[in-house]
């Protein structure tokens, strides 16, 4: 049974006055123990909401829950607030993109790696402090007990980002979510912080839900890669197949624009022509067929199915998939589970 | 931090003397003048300059005001042309009384404004926050005085529970060690007259408080629902802290930043400003007698007066500052 198991989760924000927005639209996927698993997609593809609505983070008020999110048994999405407030920090645990902003501006840092620890482990005064420098040396946190005394303003951005990460892991979480760590980090610093994750997930046999539009951080790190558009799932596979063998036709564009040293000179980049907005319902067919080169009148006759065409274990949602070269016509083999 | 206050402290220097200089300028420019107040509408020319002559007004103004530096230079004030006392006396007596009624004034606007604006962010659009928003608009459109009316006639009057003017009720046996009634009421131990002065400042530091109050519901309100999108609020919320710990750390914490900052320029203001609520109790503060002081032309007092309040605006404002460099890490000087 795997850790964190998502089923058809839809996430509706009400409108006012309009129509409601439907900003995640049936996501299904599972997180085995101490797998890494993506999340990827471009910004408004639903990515971070979900990751807000596993840790019961979205506000209570205008947001719509639907489906199930089980973990280890129990649905995240009915939980009462209460229950959820203790699974917080102690058995799922979040990383969010900007380290500055998510971290209180007035309080030593020490105070908000001690609070978790009392909160949850009861620890409090020498012990914590402690534990808290000992946290902050496992990430890496150069001279932890004068870093403890500092303010977030005083630290360096990797050392923020470390810091936070310290926080997640003080209590050793079962799941990890991590909502694009390192978009708001220099390059060489976001590649320090990648290993760390690595490192801590590989010690502690965490699972880690990776939320990212980068697809180098997906190549280095995830075992399993779903591809989210426009609040769906539109392929999911292992890294290798994905990225051997991209299906869909967003994904396929997605790795194809990525710019390569080894292109011949002058050859044009190749986008995505237009943007997320230019989408229509799940409900009509195919919500990425405007942008998309393949499409035919097949992709408007309503939601197109999860399949696999190829092999087994590598799903696409698309009537029109790209097919690797040697794969016979496709299966169209409904995809289980 | 002490070089801060030390240079603050250096900085007011040319600001009090360039005020002075304003000062002088302007009351010069005053129609009438102290002799012809003392005397009423009937004086004599010779009278006048016999006034004048004794009070050194007949002098040009740059004697005039060299005089006033010298006697500064002793931190004398001079004497108030209205009732012949050193200024300095006559501030001593009216001002504890100025004070213990802005001070009170402003704990109730902390005190009461402070949760209510935190409470009307967390239930937005409740009938709490409806209650406490227009309350506040209603608080600052009023008129201090008509309000300290309505509040007279209404508790004082009609209703019979506070008195209606005055510090203390006359008659009653206390001891003045400080000049703050309440304060010298606990300090002798009697404490039926530290009631009794509380009883007397209930009603126009609730006058007085109207605005003030207004001004930090709103302002906690507004801070309070801006902190609450924060990512470090939600960080601290997916730690899975407690309620109370998210509220106290994390969102008052950063919520009260600016209202500390207009909690130091209000308190200025209430030290200048209780004339009106002052005049409806009676209640024989320093917005009384500058308002006498200025119907007398009293030179000295009116310049001592002025001078005082600037002092007490920068000192206020210095206050803060070191306040704001406790509770943000990020402004404190080293």
């Known amino acids: 049974m795997p850790l964190l198991s998502v089923d058809e989760l839809t996430i509706t924000f009400a409108g006012r006055g309009q129509r409601d927005a439907r900003a995640v639209d049936g996501v299904s996927f599972d997180v085995d123990q101490g797998q890494v698993v993506g999340l990827v997609g471009e910004s408004g593809c639903g990515k971070s909401v979900t990751s807000l609505a596993l840790m ?5 008020r205008g947001v719509r829950l639907g489906g199930r999110a089980e973990f280890d048994g129990t649905d995240l999405l009915t939980l009462p607030a209460a229950r959820m407030r203790d699974l917080r920090g102690t058995q799922l645990a979040m990383i969010f993109q900007d380290p500055l902003s998510s971290l209180n501006p007035v309080v030593p840092i020490g105070v908000q790696v001690t609070e978790i620890l009392a909160r949850h482990r009861g620890m409090r005064g020498e012990a914590a402090r402690k534990e808290a420098a000992h946290l902050l040396d496992r990430v890496g946190i150069p001279d932890p007990t004068r870093r403890l005394k500092e303010y977030p303003h005083q630290l360096s951005g990797g050392m923020r980002q470390r810091a936070l990460i310290a926080m997640a892991v003080a209590c050793a979480p079962r799941l990890l979510i991590a909502d694009e760590p390192t978009t708001a980090l220099d390059v060489t610093i976001q590649a320090q912080i990648l290993e760390l994750l690595k490192e801590l997930v590989d010690q502690e046999g965490t699972a880690l ?120 016509s496709p299966q169209r083999t409904e995809a289980t589970g | ?5 030390v240079r603050r ?49 007949d002098q040009p ?11 500064l230079g002793r931190l004398d004030l001079g004497t108030s042309t209205m009732t012949g006392q050193p200024v300095w006396e006559e501030f001593t007596r009216a001002f504890p009384a100025t004070v213990e009624l802005g001070v009170s004034a402003m704990v109730i606007a902390v005190v009461v404004g402070v949760p209510l604006g935190y409470f009307a962010a967390r239930r937005r659009g409740g009938w709490l926050d409806v209650t406490a928003v227009s309350g506040s608009l209603l608080g600052i459109c009023i008129p ?37 009634y309440v304060l010298d009421g606990l300090l002798t131990g009697e404490f039926d007259a530290a009631w009794d002065a509380v009883t007397h400042l209930v009603l126009p530091a609730l006058a007085l408080a ?9 302002m906690t309100r507004a801070s309070v629902l801006e902190v609450l999108g924060e990512d470090y609020v939600r960080t601290a919320e997916s730690k899975g802290l407690r309620k109370s710990t998210v509220r106290g750390r994390h969102v008052l914490r950063n919520a009260l930043l600016p209202v500390v900052t207009a909690i130091g320029l209000l308190t200025g203001g209430l030290l200048s400003g209780a004339v009106l609520t002052e005049s409806v109790f009676a209640f024989g503060g320093i917005g009384s007698f500058i308002k006498e002081a200025i119907d007398a032309r009293d030179y000295p007092v009116l ?32």
């Open chain 1, 209 to 328: 839900l990776m939320i990212t539009h980068d697809l180098g951080v997906v190549a280095g790190l995830c075992e399993q890669v779903n591809v989210l558009y426009a609040g769906k799932v539109v392929e999911s596979a292992g890294r290798r197949a994905l990225f051997d063998a991209p299906t869909h036709p967003y994904a396929h564009g997605l790795l194809g624009s990525i710019p390569r040293l080894d292109a011949p000179r002058g050859e044009a980049l190749r986008p995505i022509r237009g943007s997320i907005n230019d989408r229509i319902d799940w409900a009509d067919g195919c919500a990425f067929a405007p942008r998309c080169d393949r499409y035919t009148m097949e992709c408007l006759t309503g939601t197109p199915a999860l399949t696999e065409p190829h092999t087994p274990g590598h799903q696409a949602r698309c009537v029109n998939p790209v097919l690797p070269e040697g794969a016979t």
């Open chain 2, 1 to 5: 931090m002490l070089r801060l206050v």
């Open chain 1, 56 to 60: 019961g983070l979205l506000p209570g």
């Open chain 2, 210 to 218: 109207s605005i003030p109050l207004a001004i930090i519901v709103r």
């Open chain 2, 303 to 334: 310049v001592g007066f002025i001078m005082f309040i600037a002092l007490a605006y920068v000192v206020i404002n210095l206050l803060v500052d070191l306040a704001y460099g406790l509770i943000d890490p990020r402004v404190r000087v080293h």
């Open chain 2, 61 to 71: 103004v740059w004697v005039q005001y060299l005089r006033f530096l010298q006697r």
């Open chain 2, 9 to 57: 402290l250096l900085q007011l220097i040319p600001t009090l003397l360039g005020l002075s200089v304003l000062l002088f300028a302007w009351l010069n420019r005053l129609p009438g003048g102290p002799a012809a107040a003392i005397l009423g509408e009937k004086a004599t020319p010779a009278d006048v300059a016999a006034i004048e002559e004794a009070l050194g007004l």
């Open chain 2, 144 to 180: 201090v005085f008509f309000l300290a009316f309505i509040l007279k006639a209404l508790f004082a009057v009609q209703l019979g529970w506070f008195p209606s003017f005055g510090r203390q009720t006359t008659g009653i046996d206390a001891t003045e060690i400080t000049g703050f």
